[in-house]
């Protein structure tokens, strides 16, 4: 019982982490095609926003000082102005180009940001403590779990909820579901194209940031990869849970949380360090049982 | 006189000709200045080319994006380092190779055919289940794939040593070697390009019901194109490890993917000449602000970009190249001799890239 609650909430912590990534990934597929690989590279860019711009080893922090009521609502102004200002640069003047082009560009927009940050913070990773109280860990049905992995579920949660709130109640979301829908027929019918997709990244942007605080949080570490690793995995999460779905990028990325704790725990020692193998043999098993994606949408059925 | 129709399929193996004639040119004018670190970079560069015309095979002629060409890189890499390196360094690092194996001592050359072999048959295997799949579901089984690749050779300690890279590979391949490699995937790329089932292929890419409602085997030949892929890919890796001397699976994961696919975008994915081009400007562009990192002097004034610049760079290029033309420099038109004036234009007979 013991190790099960354990298991469970190391499951559900990584997969709200995965979760909120994909979210940000598919908010964005939704309403213009792209598939957002810059999104890793937003995360960074808040993860080193809470830190003084400087080469030397040891960070201070800037940011990171605020108090939290603060600093949360800052951080996530401030992961939202990345994306809306990467649109504004980039992906705006490429409305008209294939998806291929845009992923394309999106790698470079990355690949910009990241160097960017390796020039004014330089190469090695970075300790941070924000918020260290919050790794202690507490009990809760009979695990100790850090206290920071029950905050992470229920901000998952609280997300969730609010972005379904957002996308059912608000004329935005309705105009947002609409061209996730079909996007043609929504600016037919009078959705104005240019808020929904400012929209769509100032979500995205906010989303990244709150990863990049639970992460920050949980490493104690800024580097600049860290944001790679975390977006390759939601990207294969909204492909599961069927490109264009929100709930279904959600369901995924728990699911592969899961999977992905479970398989730790389970595998055979000698087997262990191939884990990923294993993962992503069982995305590829997904893939060819579901194709359209786990839990699809009746849009995602191609047309002729 | 032949028609004009045999008159066309022809000319289209000039095709071939001229981007061999540019990349003689390119070598010849490298070898001339006689600089070392010229004939490195050129050499590397021709590896490239190698690998992004094998990605283009796939990519270029069916319309679905691999990520998992790096992958059927890796094991080319790694095979011929099997097979080439002496069996004492073998039997000190990668112990664990079976008997046959780890006593082979061969040649260099049937080591890089043997390679691509072995790269193609993988290819053989794993698109037969992936592509199944088509659009981004298949983009990402094909990335899945290469994060299979990427953590079996990572692991894998006594095969391949795993993150502590193999080293002591033969170093023979400079720009000559490449070159000749280069060609012979240019040459071999026309070839399935404008051969039935590369045709067939490219009516898929450019709408698939129509294509299977006149009656084409889709799966056939995507699996077809991607293991004629997998062979100049797995080349390509051999050739990477012998121009490098050292292995490592770091290099083959997601840097070497977008490097190759941004390659081919920017140069124009729907043609083998973009293909080409892509490399060749990334590469002589990469180069050029490479040195201007370290500084040139203009006169007495000494000049250097700040460190970190020539990827940020590079990255704002790109964007523009894509934004300014989204289908790529060559706007996916083949370099080809005409048929009446007979002189090197532009193909009007433009194709979409999806």
Redesign the interface.
């Known amino acids: 019982m013991n190790t099960l609650a354990q298991l469970f909430f190391d499951a559900a912590s990584l997969g709200g982490i995965y979760a909120m990534a994909a979210l940000g990934i598919a908010l964005i597929f939704g309403v213009m095609n792209l598939v957002n690989f810059a999104h890793g590279q937003y995360i960074a860019f808040c993860v080193f926003a809470l830190i003084v711009p400087s080469t030397d080893a040891v960070a201070v922090v800037f940011l990171g000082r605020a108090p939290a009521f603060l600093l949360i609502p800052l951080l996530l102004a401030v992961g939202a102005a990345a994306a809306v200002a990467s649109e504004y640069a980039v992906f705006r003047h490429m409305r008209k180009a294939t998806p291929v082009a845009m992923m394309i560009s999106s790698f470079a927009l990355g690949f910009v940001i990241q160097n960017a940050l390796l020039a004014t913070y330089g190469g090695r990773p970075k300790a941070i403590s924000l918020w260290p109280e919050l790794n202690t860990p507490v009990t809760v049905i009979g695990a100790s779990v850090p206290l920071l992995q029950v905050i992470v579920i229920l901000t998952t949660l609280i997300v969730v909820a609010g972005l379904a709130l957002l996308l059912k109640k608000t004329r935005i979301g309705l105009e947002m579901r609409a061209a996730a829908e079909n996007f043609t027929m929504a600016r037919l019918l009078g959705v104005r194209a240019n808020v929904v997709i400012t929209g769509a990244f100032a979500l995205s942007g906010a989303l990244a940031a709150a990863v990049a605080l639970i992460m920050a949080t949980q490493t104690g570490v800024a580097d600049v990869r860290m944001g790679g690793q975390i977006m390759l995995v939601a990207f294969i999460a909204t492909v599961i849970g069927g490109l264009g779905s929100l709930p279904g990028a959600v369901a995924a990325g728990f699911l592969i949380g899961a999977a992905s704790v479970l398989l730790q725990a389970y595998l055979p020692l000698d087997a262990r360090p191939f884990r990923d193998a294993f993962l992503y043999t069982l995305v590829i098993v997904s893939l060819l049982v579901r194709p359209q994606g786990l839990f699809v949408p009746s849009s995602a059925k191609p047309r002729v | 006189m032949p028609d004009k129709h045999t008159q066309n399929r022809l000319l289209a193996h000039s095709t071939p000709l001229i981007l061999a004639l540019i990349l003689l040119t390119f070598v010849a004018a490298v070898a001339l200045t006689g600089d070392r670190a010229l004939a490195r970079m050129a050499a590397e560069t021709l590896v490239r080319v190698t690998l992004v015309v094998g990605l283009w095979i796939f990519v270029g002629n069916s319309g679905v994006?691999s990520f998992g060409h790096a992958g059927y890189m890796a094991i080319g890499a790694y095979c011929s380092a099997w097979l080439t390196l002496k069996p004492q360094a073998k039997a000190l690092f990668l112990p664990d190779l079976p008997a046959w194996l780890a006593s082979a001592e061969w040649h260099v050359f049937p080591a890089a055919i043997a390679s691509g072999l072995l790269a193609a048959f993988v290819a053989l295997v794993s698109g037969a289940?992936?592509l199944?799949?088509?659009?981004?579901?298949a983009s990402?089984?094909t990335?899945?794939?290469l994060?299979?690749v990427y953590?079996?050779y990572s692991?894998w300690e006594g095969v391949t040593g795993a993150t502590s890279s193999v080293v002591g590979l033969t170093r023979y391949v400079g720009p000559w070697v490449a070159l000749a490699w280069a060609v012979a995937a240019i040459v071999a790329a026309n070839l399935y390009a404008n051969s039935a089932s590369g045709l067939a292929l490219r009516a898929t890419r450019e709408d698939e019901?129509a294509a299977r409602a006149s009656g084409i085997d889709q799966y056939r030949h995507r699996l077809l194109s991607l293991v004629i892929s997998g062979f100049f890919t797995g080349v390509a890796g051999a050739l990477f490890g012998h121009s490098l001397g050292v292995l490592n699976p770091d290099s083959f994961y997601?840097g070497i993917t977008?490097i190759a696919?941004?390659m081919l975008?920017?140069g124009g994915?729907g043609s083998l000449s973009g293909a080409v081009t892509g490399v060749l400007v990334l590469s002589l562009l990469i180069e050029a602000l490479v040195r201007l990192e370290q500084g040139v002097s203009i006169g007495a004034a000494a000049l250097a970009l700040?460190?970190?610049?020539q990827?940020?760079l590079?990255?704002?290029v790109?964007?523009l190249v894509?934004?300014l033309r989204?289908?790529g420099l060559t706007g996916g038109a083949e370099f080809r001799l005409r048929a009446r004036t007979s002189r090197l234009s532009f193909d009007q007979e433009q194709t979409t890239?999806?």
């Open positions: 994006i289940a992936i199944r799949l088509s659009g981004i579901a990402i089984a990335f899945a794939f994060a299979i953590t079996v692991n019901v997601l977008f696919l941004a975008v920017v994915i700040p460190s970190g610049a990827e940020i590079i990255g704002v790109m964007i894509l934004i989204p289908a890239t999806n």
